[in-house]
């Protein structure tokens, strides 16, 4: 193992543990506010007014007119209101926000607020739903053509559902008018940039009007990325009105109904098969956006741009829209996109194979990319393609092979067996041109006197270790004790604008800033003295430079590989699985930190796993969130796949830092085709289409079966 | 701020009991999440004669404030209890959960209280004047109505000694820990010189009171193996007829095919 990669204590470990880590709910409540939200009981109406208790001395009633600035969020388009104009678009809409003193009274002033609203017919099914906020299409080759001269052609349809975060701390803002006007906002965020721009926006000040800084946060996996702007604004704007600090926290049904979740999909594919080969896919993703388009946009991209999978198709044509209904909206969750489509295309494939009488792996290392190929986008691999030697690694450490041929043969005890595989990338960092014409990405060094080193980037830590590995970059360039390089939780009056914590991007990018800081540092050093250096992102010379407007270029300047095994044991009697095993080789190029990646491999794919299987959620006939609590959404535990095997094949990236590339989402994506090819082996061959795939799926699909 | 009566003997207890309005505390992992505003509560968990599992020539009695780990690690305690009590929750969970609270509860879903209602085991309850013996199955009124006056605390579970040995248990939850039961199952079955003399199927979580049809049991006492395996198309059928079940977290639909396959599955272990 590369020294860079042995395993350190991470720098927030003793804080966290012994639980002396100050997360934003902690701080003193002397002379605090409590903030709780007015949330619209309704999917879509007309306000035609509040009603307001009479709110005793030091209680605050703040809605969209107390907002100096513009009652837009800035996202990615301004749809989202900061509080509620004169509509309501789904149930959980803030529409105002009450502030006070004493929390119970607060939330007692709040429910006696009563909304006459006017009701309207929502819309709630998204296949029928008309409103797009995005609609792209792109592609490549002839698929009219291939499909004329095709033997075979096949259509199938494939669905996917809401997925929660459920991080640990649920959702908190807080906002300190500071003196001389300036506003500070903090608390569990991912992008202390996004807020600074929301806030700044919602308060109509210039940058230094104020500040945003991110207390230890509690995961984040997506979900902070652009809720926290939003709630951000409101308590700047109760803040600002009543003139002291409030803070609102979220309980955790309020998390779980109002707050961004993962997109649910539709995926229509249809491929042209010629001579035993894939020779095109015309393929159309369908994203419920819910009642705000948020971040739908990028979420959308990356999902279509991975919707032909790792296959050499030569001919693809992709529709990709995401529609509006009034419903939570959904936003970035570990994967941002690619779970759905990868989903629907390795289903696919696999059902392809066995109709033409092959087993999907074989037929689908017939179809892989490999390096200097062309991506969906007409961009190209540059680098290797390792999935082969990845198929190998988990074949082996699974046996995959003969396990597969063994439950093949016909199954009738009670218990039955299955095991399925998928294969996948997750593109390194931001889609497309991100990096270089939106973010461009700042960081700097800052060495003190005393001959310490502080980091001042933009990026937070949300448990995936940026405090650790950051300074383990830095420090290593300068040959320094790890103790002496340390990295606080970003706040925007401190720390240059190095982007957001999203994308699996932090580490390649920004720890290549710091990379490239820190021997820029060396070079310059002077004992005793305090400096100052600072890199700026420069896109790599060998990217060929993507064009949003027609999907073409670069979408990623690297990818991160995955092969995923999924073994199960299905109960026909109960419905329940068991997962017998569950195996990855994840290649997210050098792990800076091995027990930090290895953290990162095993939680994800556990995640991916719930996903597939138990993480149901859904809205009734009125558009409500009926999965509220951790005891009505599972997710699963360390006891439902005790044999969790990760393993890392390592294939440098040469402009990450030491060769690493993005890692965070990667484990998600694959697991729901890996165990739904389980699942349908296990039940004896059927096709199966959507996840997740329930106790409840697997025993209706016996029932039919036994007739 | 948490208001109440801690006690270090019985007798105070029931003493508090009848004289204010409390609820019992045993164990508190259902209380402390519901977090009731403005109640008092009883804590029961010192008092000593609540915390014993003991025996006599009939039952294995076990307190009211013992809890599920106490339990386990005891040998007197019979093997299908225990199947269903180290798949309750969560180690933390079981070690402060308690019998008496699975069972003031009021839940169809108590895992513990499957067991109860499939051995016929009976509660011993006291107040302050009296104490009464109630079969488990009389003292489950409907759901979340228990035949508990507002002076009585749940004192014991009087568990019979013998007859539990052949026996099926099974818990359908949402995940393999820290999972409330979707459905559960427990069967005893018993025979005497070629004839069954026992065949008791009791079903949890799937309404509003645990389920089970004493009459459809008889018809099968008597019976020898061959006979029974004749009628058992006709019993299962009169079973499927009976179970009306709610929807919960899980369809109806789903949990009455789950209750067929594990009552089937109970009866072909026995060779039935």
């Known amino acids: 193992m590369e020294k860079i990669s042995q395993s350190v204590v991470k720098k927030d470990h003793a804080p966290k543990v012994s639980g002396r880590s100050i997360y934003v709910a902690d701080y003193p409540s002397e002379g605090v506010l409590c903030g709780k939200l007015l949330h619209s009981k309704v999917a879509r109406a007309k306000i035609l007014g509040v009603e307001v208790p009479k709110l005793p001395e030091g209680y605050f009633y703040v809605d969209a007119r107390d907002v100096p600035g513009d009652n837009n969020v800035n996202i990615v388009l301004d749809d989202t209101p900061v509080f509620s104009r004169d509509t309501v678009e789904y149930i959980g809409e803030p529409i105002a926000m009450i502030c006070g003193p004493d929390e119970n009274e607060v939330a007692r002033l709040r429910d006696e607020c009563r909304v006459n609203y006017e009701e309207m017919e929502p819309v709630l099914d998204f296949r029928s739903a008309e409103e797009k906020f995005f609609d792209y299409h792109f592609g490549h080759g002839d698929v009219d053509k291939a499909f004329a001269e095709a033997d075979k052609t096949y259509e199938e349809e494939f669905e996917t559902g809401y997925q929660e975060q459920a991080y640990l701390e649920t959702q908190g803002m807080m906002a300190e008018p500071e003196e001389g006007g300036r506003m500070f906002v903090h608390g569990s965020a991912q992008c202390a940039y996004y807020i600074h721009g929301a806030v700044m926006r919602a308060l109509g000040c210039g940058p230094t009007g104020v500040h945003i800084k991110q207390d230890v946060t509690g995961g984040g996996f997506g979900g902070k990325e652009a809720f926290p702007s939003i709630l951000g604004c409101q308590v700047a704007v109760a803040a600002r009105k009543c003139g002291k600090p409030v803070r609102c926290v979220f309980d955790r049904r309020e998390d779980m109904e109002y707050t961004s979740k993962r997109h649910p999909s539709l995926c229509r594919y249809k491929a042209a098969v010629r001579d035993g080969k894939v020779t095109a896919l015309d393929i159309d993703v369908k994203f419920n956006a819910g009642a705000y388009s948020t971040l739908s946009a990028v979420v959308l991209q990356r999902g279509i741009i991975a919707s032909p999978g790792i296959y050499n198709i030569p001919n693809v044509r992709v529709h990709g829209s995401a529609v509006k209904t009034n419903t939570s909206p959904c936003g970035a969750y570990r994967g941002f996109g690619g779970p759905q489509t990868f989903f629907a295309v390795e289903m696919l494939m696999s059902h392809i194979a066995r109709d033409l009488g092959k087993e999907p792996l074989e037929f689908k290392k017939a179809h892989l990319v490999k390096q200097g190929d062309q991506t969906s986008t007409c961009g190209k691999y540059h680098f290797p393609v390792p999935i082969p030697e990845m198929i190998d690694e988990v074949v082996k450490e699974s046996d995959f092979e003969n396990k597969r041929r063994e439950y093949a043969k016909a199954q009738t005890g009670r218990y039955r067996r299955g095991i399925g595989m998928s294969m996948y990338f997750h593109g390194a960092g931001f889609t497309g041109a991100g990096e270089r014409d939106l973010i461009k990405a700042v960081a700097k060094l800052r060495k003190y006197e005393d001959g310490r080193v502080e980091i001042l980037a933009s990026n937070g830590d949300i448990g995936q270790g940026v405090r650790t590995t950051f300074p383990k970059i830095v420090a290593n360039e300068l040959n320094l004790p790890l103790e002496k390089v340390f990295y606080e939780h970003p706040d925007t009056a401190r720390v240059p604008d190095s982007g957001p914590t999203v994308a699996s991007r932090s580490l390649m990018i920004v720890g290549e800033l710091l990379r490239r800081a820190a021997i820029k540092l060396r070079e310059q050093w002077k004992d005793g003295e305090e400096q100052e250096v600072e890199e700026h992102y420069k896109e790599p010379d060998f990217v060929i430079p993507f064009y949003i407007d027609k999907f073409e270029g670069d979408a990623y300047p690297t990818y991160s590989w995955a092969v995923n095994a999924i073994e199960l044991e299905v109960d026909t009697y109960t419905g329940v699985s068991k997962v017998l095993g569950a195996y990855g080789s994840f290649d997210v190029g050098t792990p800076v930190d091995y027990n930090v990646v290895m953290g990162q491999m095993e939680g994800g794919f556990l995640q991916g796993i719930g996903y597939a299987s138990i993480e149901k959620m859904d809205y009734d006939s009125k558009g409500r969130i009926r999965n509220n609590s951790l005891s009505d959404y599972l997710i699963p535990t360390t006891k439902d796949v005790p044999k969790l095997k990760c393993m890392l094949h390592v294939e440098k990236y040469p402009d990450g830092p030491y060769g690493a590339k993005g890692a965070g989402e990667l484990p998600l994506v694959g697991a729901p085709a890996a165990y739904l090819e389980a699942m349908e082996q296990a039940l004896g061959g059927i096709e199966l289409n959507h996840a997740p795939f329930t106790a409840e799926d697997t025993l209706r699909a016996v029932m039919k079966e036994v007739g | ?272």
């Open chain 2, 1 to 272: 701020m948490v208001n109440g009566y801690s006690v270090s003997s019985l007798a105070e207890a029931l003493e508090i009991r009848s004289s204010h309005s409390v609820v019992p505390y045993a164990g508190g992992t259902d209380l402390m999440v519901e977090n009731r505003k403005g109640v008092e509560y009883l804590f029961l968990g010192k008092i000593p004669e609540l915390r014993n599992i003991t025996e006599d020539d009939e039952y294995i009695r076990i307190g009211a404030a013992v809890t599920f780990t106490q339990a386990l690690e005891d040998k007197k305690v019979p093997d299908l209890m225990k199947e269903a009590l180290k798949r309750i929750a969560a180690p933390a969970i079981r070690n402060a959960g308690t019998f008496g609270g699975n069972l003031g509860n009021g839940s169809a879903k108590a895992d513990s209280v499957l067991i109860e209602f499939v051995s016929d085991a009976k509660l011993r309850l006291a107040s302050r004047d009296k104490e009464r013996i109630v079969d488990v199955d009389k003292f489950y009124l409907g759901r979340k109505k228990l035949d508990l006056g507002e002076d009585e605390l749940i004192l014991e579970v009087l568990l019979p000694k013998t007859g539990l040995d052949r026996y099926s248990y099974e818990k359908v939850g949402g995940r393999n820990a820290l999972a409330i039961s979707r459905v559960s199952f427990a069967g005893i079955f018993d025979e005497k010189d070629g004839r069954i003399t026992k065949l008791a199927a009791a079903f949890g979580a799937v309404a509003d009171t645990v389920l089970r049809y004493k009459d459809l049991e008889e018809t099968m006492l008597g019976k020898t193996i061959e006979e029974a395996r004749e009628l058992k198309e006709k019993y299962l059928e009169s079973y499927a007829e009976r179970m009306v079940l709610t929807q919960g977290r899980v369809s109806a639909e789903y949990r009455k095919n789950v209750c067929m396959n594990l009552l089937g599955s109970f009866l072909a272990k026995f060779g039935i």
